[in-house]
C-alpha cells in the first residue's frame, strides 16, 4: 500500500482529540512549512530539471485510482465530509492559516469558501478577492470610514434616534398600533450605517418610501443570503436588490453598494437585535440596571464609560454587555477555511465552529449557556484576555480579523441597542406589551438563525406582565 499524502495526514492529525492529536497536527503543518521554504530556496539554486523532478514527487493517496498509467480524478474515493472543528487550539491554527506559507494562500484561504457570495450579490471586496492590493485598499479605507470622533458618534446617534421614531410611528400607522421589532431593527440597522459607509453620497431622506425599500433590502438581503448557501438564488433577486438601494443612495457612484452593506449590515443587525431582546425581555430581574448602563453610552458614544463604568446594582458595564451577547451570538457561527488535505468543492471546507466555542461549558462554565455580563468582570476573561487564548472570536482572529472589531462594532451595538431602548421608553404611553413573543422566553440562549423572531411584535398599553418601562 502507498503511503497517504501528508496534507491529509494534516488533516486527520486536526481531527483527533487530545493532546497527542493537536501536537501532530502542529508538528506536520510546521514540516509542511519548511518543505516549502525549502522548495523556495531549492528553484533558486539548482538547474530546472532537477528542481522539477525533486518537487514533483509527492505520496500519493491510496485512494486515488491509477488508470492506464494516469491519475484518473474523475474516480476519486474517500472524500472527506465537512468537518466542524470546536477544540481552541485547532481552531487558532485553522484561522491562523498556519498550513500556509504566503500571505497569498491564507487570503485564498479564506475567500475561495466566499465565492458563493461574487455569484449572489457580485461582492468585490476584502471577502471575496484574492488580490491582496486590493484586500489591503479595502481594509485600509474600511478603517478610514469606521474611525468616527467624538461629534460624528453624536451625529450617528442622532440619526438612529430618528430612524427609530420614525420608524415606529410607520408600523403604527401601518398595523393598528403594532410595532414589528425585527422589522424595526433591521431598517434602523441598515439606514444607520449608509451615512457612515457612504459619506460622499446622498443619502435618501426619511419618507414612507425610504422605509419601505430600506426594509424590502433588508429583506432581499436575508433571502439571497440563505439562497446562497445552496446555490439557489431566484432570478432577479439582486437586480431587484439594487433597485431598493438606488431608492436610499440617491447619488450612486457607479459601484456597487453591497460591497459596503452586506459585511456591516451582516455584522450588526442581528446581535443587535438579540443583545436588545436579551437586555429588555430575558433579564427582567436586570432590566433596569442594564438600560442605565446603556444610557451612559447613548449620551456620550466615545466615552470611556463604555469600558469603565459599572452599574453598581448589577456590576457591569456596556462593554461586558455587548461581549455577553456577542459570546452567545456570535455574528458569523462557522468560520470556513479551504485547507489542504480537502477537496475544493465549498461544501466540504472544514469550519470552525464559533457559536460552540463560546458555548463550551469546559471554558466558560457550567452557565455557559446563560446570559451572564458579570463573567466578564473576572481578571481571567477579560477581553484582551480571552481573545489572546482564542476562545472569543466573534469577529475571527488575524491575518483575518474584522476592521470593526475593535472599536466600531461593540460600541455601534452598544448605540442602536441603547437607541432602540430609550426611544420606545420615551414614547407616549411608554409601555410595551408583547403581542407575539416568537418563542423567546423560552429555557436557554436565544436561536442565532437568521429567520428567528421575525414575529416578535409589541404594543403600547398601560400594565402588563411583559414591558418596557421608561
Known amino acids: 500500500m ?73 474516480k476519486q474515493v474517500d472524500i472527506p465530509l465537512p468537518d466542524v472543528f470546536k477544540s481552541p487550539e485547532v ?92 422589522r424595526l431593527v433591521q431598517t434602523t440597522v441598515l439606514l444607520a450605517v449608509m451615512p457612515i459607509l457612504f459619506p460622499e453620497n446622498e443619502v435618501a431622506q426619511l419618507t414612507f418610501e425610504a422605509d419601505e425599500a430600506a426594509f424590502s433590502a433588508a429583506q432581499a438581503i436575508n433571502r439571497i443570503w440563505a439562497a446562497s448557501k445552496t446555490c439557489q438564488v431566484a432570478e432577479g433577486e439582486l437586480q431587484g436588490l439594487l433597485r431598493e438601494l438606488k431608492v436610499l443612495l440617491t447619488s450612486p457612484d457607479g459601484k456597487n453598494p453591497l460591497n459596503w452593506i452586506i459585511p456591516a449590515y451582516e455584522t450588526l443587525w442581528r446581535i443587535t437585535f438579540r443583545c436588545f431582546i436579551e437586555v429588555h425581555y430575558k433579564n427582567p430581574e436586570q432590566q433596569e440596571h442594564f438600560k442605565e448602563v446603556f444610557r451612559h453610552h447613548v449620551a456620550d458614544p466615545m466615552s470611556a464609560e463604555f469600558e469603565d463604568h459599572v452599574n453598581s446594582n448589577c456590576g457591569v458595564s456596556c462593554s461586558n454587555i455587548v461581549n455577553e451577547a456577542l ?44 446570559f451572564r455580563p458579570t463573567r466578564w468582570a473576572s481578571e481571567n476573561m477579560m477581553p484582551g484576555e480571552v481573545r489572546r487564548r482564542g476562545i472569543f472570536l466573534p469577529f475571527g482572529m488575524p491575518p483575518s480579523l474584522c476592521p470593526a472589531s475593535a472599536v466600531f462594532a461593540p460600541r455601534m451595538i452598544a448605540l442602536l441597542v441603547g437607541v432602540l431602548g430609550s426611544v420606545m421608553a420615551q414614547q407616549r404611553g411608554s409601555n410595551w406589551k408583547i403581542v407575539e413573543d416568537g418563542g423567546i422566553f423560552r429555557v436557554g440562549p436565544l436561536r442565532n438563525d437568521r429567520d428567528a423572531y421575525l414575529s416578535l411584535s409589541v404594543e403600547r398599553c398601560e400594565k402588563d406582565a411583559f414591558i418596557l418601562t421608561a
Request: proline share 5%; glycine share 6%.
Open 2 to 74: 502507498l503511503p497517504p499524502d501528508p496534507d491529509k495526514m494534516i488533516v486527520n492529525a486536526a481531527r483527533g482529540r487530545g493532546v497527542i492529536s493537536r501536537i501532530q497536527f502542529l508538528v506536520l503543518t510546521a514540516a509542511r512549512q519548511i518543505w516549502q521554504k525549502l522548495t523556495g530556496t531549492l528553484v533558486k539554486v539548482l538547474p530546472q530539471s532537477v528542481y522539477r523532478f525533486l518537487t514533483s514527487w509527492r505520496w500519493k493517496d491510496p485512494a486515488t485510482i491509477i488508470t492506464n498509467g494516469q491519475r484518473d480524478t474523475d
Open 91 to 182: 481552531i487558532r491554527e485553522l484561522l491562523k492559516g498556519s498550513a500556509f506559507l504566503t500571505r497569498e494562500d491564507r487570503l485564498a484561504s479564506r475567500n475561495n469558501t466566499n465565492q458563493r457570495l461574487v455569484s449572489a450579490f457580485g461582492l468585490d471586496n476584502a471577502f471575496t478577492t484574492n488580490a491582496l492590493s486590493h484586500k489591503d485598499e479595502f481594509v485600509t479605507r474600511a478603517k478610514q470610514l469606521l474611525r468616527l470622533d467624538q461629534a460624528k458618534w453624536r451625529a450617528v446617534a442622532g440619526n438612529a434616534e430618528q430612524l427609530v421614531r420614525f420608524g415606529i410611528t410607520r408600523q403604527e400607522e401601518r398595523a393598528e398600533g403594532v410595532v414589528n421589532l425585527s
Open 327 to 370: 459570546r452567545l451570538y456570535p455574528p458569523t457561527k462557522k468560520i470556513y477555511r479551504a485547507t489542504p488535505g480537502y477537496p475544493t468543492d465549498s461544501s466540504t471546507y472544514p469550519a470552525a465552529d464559533i457559536e460552540a466555542l463560546h458555548r463550551d461549558p469546559a471554558i466558560w462554565g457550567a452557565d455557559a449557556n446563560i
